[in-house]
């Protein structure tokens, strides 16, 4: 089963509203969780690194005000797109690391964003 | 800096025929590599990966990878392609270094047809 869920799966809302999306271990706790963007037909972009109990590490390029994160237990990190713009409407998805480097990521399923 | 390529953007497969999606990697020590699959509107799942032993690994769905050190290479195969193998494939390498990111390579995608 699953062992990273992510809420909601799909948002769509106007534009200037601020959207949170939640990500969640389960049945783990997750001291690092990292969220992604992906636009259509590409990769993976890496926004953030959340860190339980400190700020999040952000990539370059990625504005960290419009961008919050927040790590506030070891199974809940959070990702609030601020006074969202029909640019920010993308594909975002969370992973979080269960048992050693040795081990592949897990990941969330998804939120769908589209911002009128 | 590690990185991984896929040099195709997409792999067309008649179904029964073996597949091979392409991968090749940079890092400055060992690598961790993985591979993972996409469907739509989902997150990634997770195929296989290399970490240390045998050059050859498999994984799930019937998946394989053939680490090649000499070649910088971990080629993602299957013998016998299914229409359902269809999808986003992503090859992946851990940056080990202070986050231990996923740095994923762009992704190739799979069609298998009928």
């Known amino acids: 089963g699953a062992v990273v869920s992510q809420h909601p799966s799909w948002v769509i809302c106007k534009s200037g509203t601020s959207v949170k999306i939640e990500c969640r271990s389960l049945d783990f706790q997750a001291t690092t969780m990292f969220w992604y963007r992906q636009f259509p037909k590409q990769s993976l972009m890496l926004m953030a690194t959340s860190n339980e109990g400190s700020k999040a590490t952000y990539e370059q390029g990625v504005e960290k005000d419009k961008f919050l994160i927040n790590h506030a237990s070891l199974t809940l990190s959070t990702l609030t797109v601020t006074s969202a713009h029909p640019e920010d409407s993308s594909f975002y998805i969370c992973s979080a690391n269960r048992d050693g480097k040795e081990q592949p990521q897990h990941f969330g399923d998804g939120t769908r964003l589209s911002i009128l | 800096a590690q990185s991984v390529a896929q040099p195709e953007d997409q792999v067309n497969v008649a179904e029964g025929n073996p597949l091979t999606v392409k991968c090749t990697y940079s890092?400055?020590?060992?690598?961790?590599l993985f591979w993972y699959v996409q469907y739509p509107n989902r997150g990634l799942q997770f195929l296989l990966k290399?970490?240390?032993?045998?050059?050859l690994v498999k994984g799930s769905y019937g998946f394989e990878a053939e680490f090649n050190k000499s070649q910088t290479s971990f080629h993602l195969k299957k013998p016998s392609a299914l229409v359902s193998d269809s999808a986003l494939y992503f090859c992946?390498?851990?940056?080990?270094?202070?986050?231990?990111?996923?740095?994923f390579g762009k992704g190739t995608r799979l069609h298998i047809l009928p």
């Open positions: 992946a390498v851990r940056d080990m270094g202070r986050d231990d990111k996923i740095i």
């Open positions: 890092v400055s020590g060992n690598p961790y």
């Open positions: 290399y970490i240390t032993g045998d050059n």
